[in-house]
């Protein structure tokens, strides 16, 4: 498989194709210990009133699959080693959105001994979304903006 | 109000069966602490109110399982986060600790052919994070172990010594979904520990509240049974009158899950008349296109054949696991909370039920469809006119413990609080999900693998409010 890999590697090098701006992002989520109302929310964003496909995202079934790692959430310290391992998974480059208040660190509710803490004092955070939870709405268009897409959502 | 009964620990047994001989029924057990000392509670249900069986937790006290097969879980809770210990004739199996030895948390299987099917707690779709350990014989599943708490988040311990109305926040942020119920059955719980009530005016808000945050909920296990089925048009479909229903909540109360609207001592949301006229007629107009498509969805054949025969858990399995809820009403048992509510506007209520109920994820589909009908109905007839904010006031005396309970869109919800001074001592959160999750391990058993999914969606549990 290897062989192939590299055969097709050096036809598109030789080849010099250049990529196209991006149009689609496949995005995974993890609950990293949420209410659940950020995942009413992000479900909400494929329904017919949002539909997010229509910018191109998509949530895909798993992180090998994935540009966008979408964490809600703070992160519980029995989710923590989840978290982490689907990170790993995904191949780079690779984007991490903290998607809603906790997640961003905001009004933590809870025994502090139960939380790492916020999404960015575990993985590097490119893309921030607010609300508790953030509409639908609001979820695409802060990726797309993030992802210097102006078409806006 | 609820009665503390004082017991000694040795006693707990024979307390347990003399009131349940009475005919009273389980209602949670948690652990808790009087001047200094641990103690355990069991709460009971009965005719004449809640009483809450209580004894000293020093040394390890005597199972009550065999009795009560639905304090299990409460019971393993209790061992992993407070440290109580249960004299039981088999090891108490972990539940809220994740042990990394396979024998402290999952059921034995053993035999020819046995293997696991690990799922979770990262799943493929945009759900909440949970472990399930399926113990399968070829495509047959033998049984199931769910292993939550995942996202514990210590809300309970974090509530303690927290201003008794400033701490609803703990109850209402445990669960997104059942924000509403949680919140009511934590101000109801408060409220009878202070001796107040609620006036008609607060009792109808509440009860507002929580028929629109059943309608999006059923409206959202409808379209998930769906796509159990992968039936793309139906789950479609019911997403877009969830859509429907939350962007009401929105215009109503500013809240898509109605987060604030439930506050203790007084209600937190009104509507002026217009406002509660539009409601209604916006709420009239999602009934009829509801109603058509469940009719589309009545007469998808294909669909309809997938449900019928599959996750089957019948009505003596729902009582014996302490089912609640649709869960149980679909398998026969009419019991709703709704219909013991005092504190709130369901007057003359009467618990939905199907015609043929065989507990499958048919029934359960099918008591949605008419419990949909019946918030629909419930809503048109309390939007009439203003609708004020009300109040609670004085209404008995303080008592060190109050409970609520409240009937969520997955069945029955209750909240204690035992409060020191105006502070909360004690919250302790039982939700309807909690309830449920192991009647749903045991309507898995026998099934085919591939219909797990399936059957997992016809409850439709929350994680997060087991978790809290």
Same mark, same amino acid.
């Given at each position: 498989m290897f062989v192939l890999l590299s055969q097709l590697a050096r036809i598109r090098r030789e080849r010099g194709l250049q990529r196209s701006a991006p149009r689609s992002v496949a995005i995974r989520h993890v609950d990293a210990g949420s209410c659940n109302g950020c995942e009413h929310e992000l479900g909400a964003a494929s329904n017919p009133f949002h539909d997010i496909a229509r910018h191109g995202l998509e949530v895909v079934a798993s992180p090998r699959h994935a540009d966008i790692l979408l964490v809600t959430g703070p992160v519980t310290s029995r989710m923590l080693e989840p978290l982490l391992m689907a990170h790993a998974a995904m191949p780079e480059p690779r984007m991490v959105a903290a998607l809603g208040d906790c997640a961003l660190g905001c009004n933590l509710l809870g025994d502090r001994g139960e939380f790492v803490g916020s999404v960015d004092q575990v993985l590097h955070v490119d893309i921030r979304i607010p609300g508790c939870p953030p509409a639908p709405d609001v979820i695409a268009r802060q990726i797309l903006m993030a992802l210097g897409d102006t078409r806006g959502a | 109000?609820?009665?503390?009964?004082? &017991?000694?620990?040795?006693?707990?047994?024979?307390? +347990?069966?003399?009131?349940?001989?009475?005919?009273?029924?389980?209602?949670?057990?948690?652990?808790?602490?009087?001047?200094? &000392?641990?103690?355990?509670?069991?709460?009971?249900?009965?005719?004449?109110?809640? #009483?809450?069986?209580?004894?000293?937790? +020093? /040394?390890?006290?005597?199972?009550?399982?065999?009795?009560?097969?639905?304090?299990?879980?409460?019971?393993? /809770?209790?061992?992993?986060?407070?440290?109580?210990?249960?004299? #039981? /004739?088999?090891?108490?199996?972990?539940?809220? +600790?994740?042990?990394?030895?396979?024998? !402290?948390?999952?059921?034995?299987?053993?035999?020819?052919?046995? =293997?696991?099917?690990?799922? @979770?707690?990262?799943?493929?779709?945009? &759900?909440?994070? @949970? =472990?399930?350990?399926?113990?399968?014989?070829? /495509? #047959?599943?033998?049984?199931? !172990?769910? #292993?939550?708490?995942?996202?514990?988040?210590?809300?309970?311990?974090?509530?303690?010594?927290?201003?008794?109305?400033?701490?609803?926040?703990?109850?209402?942020r445990a669960c997104a979904a059942c924000a509403v119920t949680n919140s009511v059955a934590y101000a109801q719980a408060v409220e009878q520990a202070t001796g107040t009530g609620p006036d008609r005016r607060l009792r109808v808000a509440r009860t507002v509240l929580l028929e629109l945050e059943r309608l999006y909920n059923h409206l959202n296990d409808c379209g998930a049974l769906c796509a159990g089925v992968g039936f793309a048009p139906g789950t479609m479909a019911f997403a877009a009158l969830k859509d429907r229903a939350q962007q009401l909540n929105m215009r109503g109360f500013g809240h898509r899950f109605l987060f604030g609207t439930v506050r203790v001592g007084d209600g937190g949301a009104h509507l002026a008349a217009d406002e509660s006229d539009a409601l209604r007629s916006e709420l009239r107009e999602l009934q009829v296109d509801t109603a058509a498509a469940w009719r589309e969805l009545s007469f998808a054949g294909s669909v309809q054949a997938r449900l019928e025969g599959v996750g089957v858990l019948d009505a003596d399995a729902a009582r014996c696991m302490g089912a609640v809820g649709p869960a149980a009403r679909a398998a026969g048992i009419r019991e709703d909370a709704r219909s013991s509510s005092s504190g709130l506007a369901y007057d003359g209520f009467t618990p939905a039920s199907i015609p043929s109920p065989r507990g499958d994820v048919s029934s359960r589909l099918q008591i949605r469809g008419v419990e949909l009908e019946q918030s629909f109905e419930l809503l048109r007839a309390l939007l009439d006119g203003e609708m004020p904010a009300g109040s609670a006031s004085i209404a008995g005396e303080r008592s060190p413990i109050g409970v609520g309970r409240v009937e969520s869109p997955r069945g029955a919800t209750v909240c204690a609080v035992e409060l020191d001074g105006d502070r909360v001592g004690r919250m302790h959160l039982r939700s309807g999900s909690y309830a449920n999750w192991p009647a749903l391990a045991e309507a898995c058993a026998g099934n085919l693998l591939p219909d797990f999914p399936l059957i997992n969606k016809s409850f439709e549990l929350c994680y997060a409010c087991v978790d809290r």
């Open positions: - | 109000m609820t009665e503390l009964v004082r &017991i000694d620990a040795a006693q707990l047994r024979q307390a +347990t069966e003399l009131i349940l001989a009475e005919g009273a029924s389980f209602a949670g057990a948690w652990a808790s602490e009087q001047a200094g &000392i641990p103690m355990w509670r069991v709460l009971m249900s009965t005719s004449r109110g809640t #009483r809450a069986l209580t004894c000293a937790a +020093t /040394e390890p006290i005597p199972s009550i399982t065999d009795l009560v097969p639905a304090a299990d879980w409460d019971e393993r /809770e209790a061992q992993d986060l407070c440290g109580v210990s249960f004299q #039981r /004739e088999t090891p108490v199996r972990t539940l809220a +600790t994740h042990s990394p030895r396979a024998q !402290d948390w999952m059921t034995a299987v053993s035999g020819s052919g046995v =293997h696991q099917v690990a799922v @979770g707690p990262v799943h493929a779709g945009v &759900i909440e994070s @949970g =472990h399930f350990r399926l113990h399968v014989v070829g /495509e #047959r599943i033998l049984a199931m !172990d769910p #292993r939550l708490f995942y996202k514990h988040r210590g809300l309970e311990r974090a509530a303690r010594g927290e201003q008794s109305d400033a701490a609803i926040a703990y109850a209402q």
